[in-house]
């Protein structure tokens, strides 16, 4: 559709649209700390009530007069004659519920309250309040008429009369008026049919659908099977068909306020009189920021069906579940695993991108006289407004030099006073060069508003990951499957942990904990211990680590070295189930192709988060750049994905041999030029704004994002609500993996009574210098590194020095010389 551009000079704006009256809306329901508080009030009214019912069948007879008469009298003499254990109040209580109504069966009710109190309070579930509602309110009223047809029937005054309290009399009353001993056929049908519904017992006398049926049940069994791969979005209720054919139309798209003025050319020609060229026409075509896709109220349902998994349906269906059994379902674990939803993440002022006219006036004329100081003329000039930057597109004339206006970033930098002006030369796919220049107002991006999308809602990636927004303000979704590796680089204080919680926070909302694990990697200690609380849901770890985030270097080896063992298994599971690559393996795993008594399994996808890159080379060096690289080079293919982050992007942490390995790159604000260059091949990330601002490095193509924001508070009540809910019973366990030769030789072997001639020289030399290095015997000794490798084995077994500690050298156990020669002396002794 043809845009409008209005040649004035007047700044037009959009019609003002008129606000609603304010109406008085009642909230307090929905406060959480309501919530809290009624949850509370249940559990300690179930206490409350418990007490008084087990006190009235001890003191109900003595209190049964006082408590009739109760409000005929004075209160405070009145509680001074009862006996219940909680005074009047309890006296009462129990005397409406268990002699006036329900008799015994008012028992049931305490269970009730407590159970539903403590499912608002703790989010943990007992059992169903929704089930347990609906058998004590069978059971408050059967159990009550049973009772008290037993009363009825019996031809004296009983002491147990209250049994069946007054409601399970009167109507064992009528019963018995009616159908006299029918009441026990009649009690004992309805307590059949309850139980039939209640606990649906039809499978027990196997009654199963004729075959009539039988071609819906393989339709839905197909179904089930595409729905059941690796795709599993929010639970949501299917639309009926009118909003469905509405829903499958295209949008029109929604009209841009479009914003235009011209340049007065006098007044350009009097500031720069070297310009003796009429100015051609400038256009500034504002537009304004889109609406978000998706309505803010409610949830967009997921897409029906995986892209990768669609079957046809056709006449071939019943050879394709000729079995007539069900596929499997990797979710069927945590059958009632409940996604967590936007209303756990903070709501931010998401208004318009504040943006003055004045703001934008200054910024054209700045960069419009500047380039005519330096006699560049340009034709057109055009602005997008984006949450943190407005790009401004300019359009050279004939014969103007890109790299001439490449080389004024600092002047137009100068001439509009603000920092991280950016300068792309040419814009991708477009005749035109872009000026970034950050805006005075920047908008606050929000992971609330970025997740209720539906871009992001009715993706069909398989590992959807929020990025941010670009300066045209539209949400950017990649998928990390297909990078398949991400490198984040930033300096401290850029957004760079932020942008690793939004990332992780993205996989939580989109994936079922069946589906996908984490390998948490965090040398800081404090960066990713909110998700422990998730370990028996979304975590992996290796065997007999009582942590699931890996904080130590040497565990952090050995999870590495763990994750390659477990890409050679997954490897060998596809070879043998002749797959190209995990989808096409869990496909067939799903419609039982595969025989689980041969080792084959569901494969989760696995992604690794590395949050300090540059602390675990300075300590394990080799130990860890070996592993990272041979991930990267082949795990792409079984699950395995990589997330690499440093705040040091320097050429000794992001070696070549794991920089040629991560296509993709993201880069927060750096402190130099020699930084960007590392991380982007290019400059640029020395000039963002901070905050959340980003560089994305894919496809030889840099986009600027906007990172959302989320909280630390955000991510807490997000690992809350999941970590209540019933999870598997560990962590999912990756392989043991038991250290290489050097790492974990058995000392005992090694025989101290052939040792080595050197052995005597090469332990003064070490204790002189205090250094359990294999490189000094090399040097100082002159010996190959195979022979220096048993001599540093044969002192280890001597006591002189530590175990093998990966690149750091062996702790020196002997402090002097002398110490030294008392234990070479009684050495053969041992």
């Keep these: 559709m043809a845009e409008k551009t209005y040649k004035s000079n007047t700044y037009k704006k959009a019609k003002k649209s008129k606000q609603p009256k304010k109406k008085l809306k009642i909230t307090f329901h929905q406060d959480k700390r309501f919530h809290l508080a009624g949850g509370f009030f249940l559990i300690v009214l179930s206490v409350f009530l418990g007490i008084a019912f087990i006190s009235f069948l001890f003191t109900g007879k003595a209190d049964q007069s006082v408590a009739e008469a109760a409000f005929d009298t004075d209160l405070k003499a009145s509680g001074l004659e009862v006996e219940n254990w909680l005074g009047l109040l309890g006296a009462l209580s129990a005397y409406l519920f268990i002699y006036r109504w329900f008799g015994l069966a008012s028992m049931l009710i305490p269970p009730l309250f407590f159970v539903t109190g403590f499912k608002i309070v703790f989010k943990r579930e007992l059992a169903s309040p929704y089930n347990a509602f609906k058998f004590v309110s069978f059971f408050l009223i059967w159990t009550s008429v049973l009772l008290g047809y037993i009363v009825f029937r019996?031809?004296?005054?009983?002491?147990?009369?209250?049994?069946?309290?007054?409601?399970?009399?009167?109507?064992?009353?009528?019963?018995?008026?009616?159908?006299?001993?029918?009441?026990?056929?009649?009690?004992?049908?309805?307590?059949?049919?309850?139980?039939?519904?209640?606990?649906?017992?039809?499978?027990?006398?196997?009654?199963?659908?004729?075959?009539?049926?039988?071609?819906?049940?393989?339709?839905?069994?197909?179904?089930?099977?595409?729905?059941?791969?690796?795709?599993?979005?929010?639970?949501?209720?299917?639309?009926?068909?009118?909003?469905?054919?509405?829903?499958?139309?295209?949008?029109?798209?929604?009209?841009?306020?479009?914003?235009?003025?011209?340049?007065?050319?006098?007044?350009?020609?009097?500031?720069?009189?070297?310009?003796?060229?009429?100015?051609?026409?400038?256009?500034?075509?504002?537009?304004?920021?889109?609406?978000?896709?998706?309505?803010?109220?409610?949830?967009?349902?997921?897409?029906?069906?995986?892209?990768?998994?669609e079957l046809e349906v056709e006449e071939k269906m019943e050879e394709k579940v000729s079995s007539k059994m069900e596929n499997y379902d990797p979710t069927l674990d945590l059958s009632n695993y409940t996604y967590p939803t936007p209303d756990l993440l903070a709501a931010y002022d998401t208004q318009k991108v504040k943006v003055t006219k004045e703001e934008l006036e200054n910024n054209k004329d700045n960069i419009v006289e500047t380039l005519i100081n330096f006699k560049i003329g340009i034709s057109s000039i055009k602005a997008t407004i984006g949450p943190t930057v407005t790009l401004y597109e300019i359009v050279p004339e004939a014969g103007v030099k890109i790299s001439k206006i490449k080389n004024l970033e600092d002047d137009i930098a100068l001439s509009l006073a603000a920092?991280?002006?950016?300068?792309?030369?040419?814009?991708?796919?477009?005749?035109?060069?872009?000026?970034?220049?950050?805006?005075?107002?920047?908008?606050?991006?929000?992971m609330n508003s970025v997740v209720m999308t539906d871009k992001f809602m009715k993706s069909d990636k398989e590992l959807p990951i929020i990025l941010g927004k670009t300066v045209s303000n539209e949400l950017y979704v990649a998928d990390l499957a297909k990078m398949p590796h991400l490198l984040i680089a930033g300096a401290t204080g850029q957004g760079k942990s932020v942008g690793l919680n939004v990332l992780l926070t993205s996989l939580i909302f989109k994936r079922h904990p069946s589906q996908l694990k984490f390998v948490l990697i965090d040398p800081k200690k404090v960066e990713l211990t909110l998700y422990n609380k998730i370990e028996r849901h979304f975590l992996a770890k290796i065997p007999n680590s009582e942590d699931a985030i890996i904080t130590d270097t040497k565990k952090v080896?050995?999870?590495?070295?763990?994750?390659?063992?477990?890409?050679?298994?997954?490897?060998?599971?596809?070879?043998?189930?002749?797959?190209?690559?995990?989808?096409?393996?869990?496909?067939?795993?799903?419609?039982?192709?595969?025989?689980?008594?041969?080792?084959?399994?569901?494969?989760?996808y696995i992604v690794l988060i590395i949050d300090e890159l540059a602390d675990l080379m300075m300590t394990a060096g080799k130990e860890v750049e070996n592993p990272i690289a041979r991930l990267a080079q082949l795990a792409r293919a079984i699950g395995i994905h990589l997330v690499v982050a440093t705040q040091r992007p320097s050429v000794n942490v992001i070696t070549g041999i794991i920089k040629a390995n991560f296509p993709v790159r993201l880069s927060f604000r750096v402190t130099s030029k020699v930084d960007s260059r590392t991380i982007l091949d290019t400059g640029g990330a020395e000039q963002l704004v901070g905050q959340g601002d980003t560089l994305l490095s894919l496809n030889s193509e840099l986009i600027r994002l906007q990172c959302p924001f989320i909280d630390t508070p955000e991510v807490d009540e997000i690992c809350d609500f999941i970590g209540s809910q019933r999870g598997y019973e560990s962590a999912y366990y990756l392989p043991e993996y038991e250290g290489e030769d050097g790492e974990n030789s058995d000392v005992t072997d090694v025989d101290l009574k052939n040792r080595d001639a050197m052995f005597e020289d090469a332990a003064r030399l070490i204790v002189h210098h205090q250094q359990g290095s294999t490189s000094l015997i090399q040097r100082k000794l002159k010996l190959g590194y195979n022979r220096a490798g048993r001599i540093i084995d044969q002192l280890e077994a001597a006591g002189i020095v530590g175990p093998f500690e990966g690149s750091k050298a062996r702790e020196v156990l002997v402090q002097d010389e002398y110490s030294l020669e008392q234990l070479l002396n009684n050495i053969d002794n041992k």
Excluded at 575 to 602: D, M, Q, S, T, W
Aim: net charge negative.
């Design 154 to 309: 019996q031809d004296g005054p009983s002491p147990w009369g209250f049994l069946g309290g007054g409601v399970g009399y009167e109507i064992a009353f009528l019963l018995n008026s009616l159908m006299g001993w029918g009441t026990i056929l009649l009690l004992i049908f309805s307590l059949l049919v309850f139980l039939i519904y209640f606990f649906n017992i039809t499978t027990f006398f196997h009654l199963k659908p004729r075959e009539k049926k039988e071609e819906k049940i393989d339709y839905e069994v197909e179904k089930k099977a595409v729905s059941s791969g690796v795709q599993s979005d929010f639970d949501f209720k299917e639309q009926p068909e009118a909003e469905k054919d509405i829903s499958q139309k295209e949008k029109p798209a929604p009209q841009k306020d479009e914003y235009s003025f011209e340049l007065d050319q006098d007044e350009l020609s009097k500031k720069s009189k070297k310009s003796s060229s009429e100015m051609p026409e400038l256009e500034v075509n504002l537009p304004d920021i889109p609406e978000e896709d998706a309505p803010q109220n409610s949830f967009p349902p997921p897409p029906d069906t995986h892209a990768d998994y």
């Design 419 to 446: 920092l991280g002006i950016r300068i792309i030369a040419p814009i991708p796919g477009k005749g035109t060069i872009g000026i970034e220049v950050p805006n005075k107002n920047r908008e606050i991006v929000s």
């Design 557 to 604: 080896i050995y999870t590495l070295n763990s994750l390659c063992i477990e890409m050679d298994r997954r490897y060998d599971l596809l070879k043998e189930a002749g797959c190209r690559n995990i989808k096409e393996y869990n496909h067939k795993f799903v419609h039982r192709k595969l025989n689980p008594e041969k080792g084959h399994r569901f494969l989760p």
